[in-house]
C-alpha cells in the first residue's frame, strides 16, 4: 500500500494542484495532510483518495474546514490522527504543539510519525519510530510531499 503524505497547503490551490498531478502516477491509495490546510478549497483536490486531516496553526476557521472536510466524505481528525494500516501503526500532526509532538515521538509506540509545521522535508529514526516531514507544498524552496511504501516503512520525498 502506497500512502501520500502533504502538509502546509496554506491555501495555494495551484502548488497543491500541481501535487495532485504527480500523485495521480503515483499508485497512491490514500493521504494524509499534516496541517495548515489553509482554506476550503483545498480540499477537493484531493477527492480522488481518502484523505485523513488534522489542523495546524493557521487553519482558521476549524468548523468551516471541518464541515468541508466531512461534506468531501473525507476523515478529519482535528488536531491529532491516528490509523492503522498494513499492520502499521501511524500518528500525524501538525507539531506546532511542541510537547504533544515529543510525547508522540518518544512514545515508542508507533511506527511512523508524520508532521509538518517546519516547511523542511526531513526523516529520522527514534527508537521503532520512523519520524518523517514530508516538506511543504507552500513557502517552502522546493515544494514537497512525500510517499511512504507500507508495511516496509520505505519513503520518497518527492518535488513539486
Avoid at 496554506?10 to 500541481?18: K, L, P, S
Avoid at 488534522?54 to 476549524?62: A, I, L, M, S
Avoid at 474546514?65 to 461534506?71: F, K, N, P, S, V
Wanted: hydrophobic share 40%.
Amino acid at each position: 500500500m502506497r500512502i501520500a503524505v502533504v502538509s502546509d497547503t496554506h491555501a495555494h490551490v495551484e502548488n497543491a494542484r500541481a501535487a495532485v498531478r504527480v500523485l495521480e502516477q503515483l499508485d497512491v491509495e490514500l493521504v494524509l495532510h499534516c496541517g495548515d490546510i489553509g482554506s476550503t478549497s483545498i480540499i477537493p483536490l484531493f477527492a480522488d483518495w481518502p484523505t485523513h486531516y488534522v489542523f495546524g496553526n493557521v487553519d482558521y476557521g476549524e468548523s468551516e474546514l471541518r464541515q468541508a472536510i466531512e461534506q468531501a466524505g473525507h476523515t478529519c481528525h482535528e488536531r491529532f490522527g491516528s490509523l492503522e494500516l498494513e499492520g502499521r501503526r501511524i500518528a500525524f500532526l501538525h507539531s506546532d504543539d511542541g510537547r504533544l509532538f515529543q510525547e508522540t515521538v518518544s512514545a515508542d509506540e508507533w511506527d511512523l510519525v508524520c508532521y509538518g509545521h517546519t516547511h523542511v522535508a526531513a526523516q529520522e529514526k527514534i527508537g521503532k519510530t520512523l519520524v518523517l516531514n514530508p516538506g511543504a507544498l507552500y513557502r517552502a524552496t522546493p515544494h514537497s510531499f512525500a510517499v511512504v511504501e507500507l508495511p516496509s516503512l520505505t519513503t520518497d520525498h518527492i518535488e513539486v
